[in-house]
């Protein structure tokens, strides 16, 4: 069985960090191209950060640009997401999801598997 597990989110202050994990099974790593979105209540859901298969090609959305990491490690068949300077506006659900073939995308359709999710609140 396919599966995406999120962790790592929870409560910080503004200007603090987080680092969220994306931990696969069912499938390994090395197929399958990364991506980190996160959905606040009312909005749509969000390109964050992506990474290819490989790990030598990155990619971040505008609101997370300067300001987050993106890693994996595919002997442990997990990615990263490390955010630091978090804002109050950061606070959402995070997924990681895979795509198959294709690449990095933004689109959140383009994706075949997503996590359940692990929550951020940025808040003082």
């Known amino acids: 069985q396919l599966q995406l597990v999120e962790s790592g989110g929870g409560s910080v202050q503004p200007g603090g960090s987080l680092r969220l994990t994306c931990a696969a099974s069912?499938?390994?790593?090395?197929?399958?191209?990364i991506g980190w979105f996160r959905q606040a209540p009312g909005k749509e859901r969000e390109f964050v950060a992506g990474i290819n298969r490989s790990g030598g090609i990155t990619y971040f959305g505008d609101s997370v640009k300067g300001r987050s990491t993106i890693s994996r490690d595919n002997a442990k068949n997990t990615v990263y997401l490390q955010m630091s300077s978090l804002k109050p506006e950061d606070a959402a659900v995070y997924y990681c999801a895979a795509r198959k073939y294709g690449g990095i995308t933004t689109t959140v359709d383009e994706y075949d598997y997503w996590g359940q999710g692990t929550q951020v609140t940025v808040s003082s």
């Open positions: 069912g499938f390994t790593l090395d197929d399958i191209d």
